[in-house]
């Protein structure tokens, strides 16, 4: 499959399928963790076209894309602002989500996005990335263990009205 896919930044114009891919890929991964108001409730306000779009146009967020020749298979967000700006005086950058569909989880997809990512954050000359991930999400933080991530803090996470917590991971760059 690695051959057949690109990684690539997103392109004005594509927001729609992006929010498209994120509500399908959110859905996928958390739909049966959530009562149903609390999943449409956040999957509205995080999902909102014309917010990705301008935090994108601000420059505060970047995309990257996975696709091959007929659809979008995943993608990952990148914030330049947040909770951390820096960690032990280095500059950070959040990976605020990294998601693949379902039907190509364990193709290396994840792993392509995270590369691109880790590379995009240093030619921007960050020292560190940090991420929050579901602390019962054992799959990512399995994945973001393997790529060296450790776990530095906690704090809450709203879904609707369900209040998650998540784990606090860096790297250092």
Same mark, same amino acid.
């Given at each position: 499959?690695?051959?057949? *896919?690109?990684?690539?930044?997103? @392109?004005?114009?594509?927001?729609?399928?992006?929010?498209? =891919?994120?509500?399908?890929?959110?859905?996928? *991964?958390?739909?049966?963790?959530?009562?149903?108001?609390?999943? /449409?409730?956040?999957? *509205?306000?995080?999902?909102?076209?014309?917010?990705?779009?301008?935090?994108?146009?601000? +420059?505060?967020? =970047?995309?990257?894309?996975? *696709?091959?020749?007929?659809?979008?298979? +995943?993608?990952?967000?990148?914030? /330049?602002?947040?909770?951390?700006?820096?960690?032990?005086? @280095?500059?950070?950058? !959040?990976?605020?989500?990294?998601?693949? @569909?379902?039907?190509?989880?364990?193709? +290396?997809?994840?792993?392509?996005?995270?590369?691109?990512?880790?590379?995009?954050?240093?030619?921007?000359?960050?020292?560190?990335?940090? =991420?929050?991930?579901? !602390?019962?999400? /054992?799959?990512? @933080?399995?994945?973001?263990?393997?790529?060296?991530?450790?776990?530095?803090?906690? /704090?809450?996470?709203?879904?609707?009205?369900?209040?998650?917590?998540?784990?606090?991971?860096?790297?250092?760059?």
């Amino acid at each position: 499959m690695a051959a057949e *896919t690109k990684i690539r930044p997103i @392109r004005q114009g594509e927001f729609e399928a992006l929010v498209e =891919l994120g509500k399908k890929t959110f859905t996928e *991964t958390f739909g049966d963790c959530y009562p149903p108001e609390d999943l /449409h409730q956040y999957l *509205t306000e995080a999902f909102e076209p014309n917010k990705l779009q301008e935090e994108w146009a601000a +420059g505060r967020c =970047l995309y990257f894309l996975v *696709t091959d020749k007929k659809e979008l298979l +995943g993608y990952a967000k990148l914030r /330049h602002e947040g909770e951390y700006p820096t960690l032990d005086g @280095r500059p950070a950058i !959040e990976l605020e989500r990294l998601y693949v @569909r379902q039907g190509v989880i364990q193709k +290396g997809l994840g792993s392509q996005l995270m590369e691109a990512c880790l590379q995009k954050a240093k030619e921007l000359g960050k020292g560190a990335m940090w =991420l929050g991930v579901w !602390e019962e999400n /054992h799959r990512a @933080r399995a994945f973001y263990e393997k790529w060296g991530f450790t776990v530095f803090g906690k /704090h809450a996470y709203p879904i609707g009205e369900t209040m998650d917590e998540d784990l606090l991971m860096k790297k250092w760059l």
